[in-house]
């Protein structure tokens, strides 16, 4: 099956095992039987889910000599937002990475100690919506044992990355501010990094400067660059434009599974 044969299965198969899940759920509700159906739906959904897509798969890694010498920059290249141009100005000396929301133990990380934590390195391909593409070496901190350290709450559903630039505008509420989010499958993918170097360098202002989000089985939009706070949540309704992310409010998906 193409890709977009695949895509378009999926919503097909996603659409109609959630209308027999809230069939399911009307007709069973309270009834003794209830509970044995809405277990086998739900062992349905997972199996389907498995079969279509593995989330969990790795993105495909590469060698070396396959890294582009001139990975483009795009977006935000040079925020002029004056907490940013503070920041850039004494060498983020003074950054620090806020995980709050739904965790038990909110953190507030510097650059140093960030890169104390579990971390990993990959050489990925970056894929933009708008058709180019681009391979680099990455190297963050781990997403998974981050949020393990902060402890998510039970209510915790996905992530809210709060980025530092303004590509909507600079406005007095910070509402032209990048932001993304990802799910608990995309936080906890052993690929999935606050990458603070690119090609064995600090991370360059162009490219997120002082830490972006890599989560490898996604196209670019996801890949935040400039990430100041990570923001567990139960829903991201309330956030913004709603849609979870900046491209997303503005009609791009919030799923960009590659
Ligand atoms: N904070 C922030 N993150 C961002 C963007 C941006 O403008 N601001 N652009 C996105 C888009 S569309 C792409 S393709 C990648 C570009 O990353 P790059 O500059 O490393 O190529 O960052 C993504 N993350
Ligand atoms: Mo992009």
């Given at each position: 099956m193409s890709l977009a044969h695949r895509r378009a299965w999926l919503k097909g198969a996603a659409a109609s095992l959630g209308a027999f899940w809230l069939a399911a759920c009307d007709r069973v509700s309270?009834?003794?039987k209830g509970q044995a159906v809405l277990a086998r739906a739900e062992g349905l959904t997972r199996r389907a889910q498995r079969l279509v897509i593995d989330r969990k798969a790795l993105a495909r890694e590469f060698s070396?000599?396959?890294?582009?010498?001139n990975f483009r920059a795009n977006?935000?290249?040079?925020?002029?937002?004056s907490d940013y141009v503070a920041l850039v100005a004494n060498g983020f000396a003074d950054w620090k990475l806020v995980i709050d929301g739904l965790v038990e133990r909110p953190l507030a990380l510097s650059l140093a100690e960030l890169r104390a934590e579990p971390a990993r390195t990959q050489i990925t391909r970056h894929d933009c919506v708008e058709g180019w593409s681009d391979i680099a070496k990455w190297t963050g901190a781990r997403l998974g044992p981050l949020l393990d350290k902060a402890g998510l709450k039970r209510e915790a559903r996905y992530i809210v990355f709060h980025c530092a630039d303004s590509l909507g505008g600079q406005h007095a509420d910070g509402s032209g501010r990048y932001y993304e989010s990802v799910d608990l499958i995309d936080a906890y993918h052993p690929q999935t990094l606050l990458a603070y170097a690119m090609n064995d360098q600090a991370l360059p202002v162009a490219y997120g400067a002082p830490v972006r989000l890599r989560?490898?089985?996604?196209?670019?939009?996801?890949?935040?660059?400039?990430?100041?706070r990570l923001e567990a949540v139960?829903?991201?309704?309330?956030?913004?434009?709603?849609?979870?992310g900046f491209w997303e409010d503005r009609g791009y998906e919030w799923y960009a599974g590659i």
């Amino acid at each position: 099956m193409s890709l977009a044969h695949r895509r378009a299965w999926l919503k097909g198969a996603a659409a109609s095992l959630g209308a027999f899940w809230l069939a399911a759920c009307d007709r069973v509700s309270g009834s003794p039987k209830g509970q044995a159906v809405l277990a086998r739906a739900e062992g349905l959904t997972r199996r389907a889910q498995r079969l279509v897509i593995d989330r969990k798969a790795l993105a495909r890694e590469f060698s070396p000599a396959l890294i582009s010498a001139n990975f483009r920059a795009n977006g935000s290249t040079n925020p002029s937002d004056s907490d940013y141009v503070a920041l850039v100005a004494n060498g983020f000396a003074d950054w620090k990475l806020v995980i709050d929301g739904l965790v038990e133990r909110p953190l507030a990380l510097s650059l140093a100690e960030l890169r104390a934590e579990p971390a990993r390195t990959q050489i990925t391909r970056h894929d933009c919506v708008e058709g180019w593409s681009d391979i680099a070496k990455w190297t963050g901190a781990r997403l998974g044992p981050l949020l393990d350290k902060a402890g998510l709450k039970r209510e915790a559903r996905y992530i809210v990355f709060h980025c530092a630039d303004s590509l909507g505008g600079q406005h007095a509420d910070g509402s032209g501010r990048y932001y993304e989010s990802v799910d608990l499958i995309d936080a906890y993918h052993p690929q999935t990094l606050l990458a603070y170097a690119m090609n064995d360098q600090a991370l360059p202002v162009a490219y997120g400067a002082p830490v972006r989000l890599r989560v490898e089985r996604q196209l670019g939009y996801k890949q935040a660059k400039y990430v100041m706070r990570l923001e567990a949540v139960a829903d991201f309704a309330h956030i913004r434009g709603g849609k979870g992310g900046f491209w997303e409010d503005r009609g791009y998906e919030w799923y960009a599974g590659i």
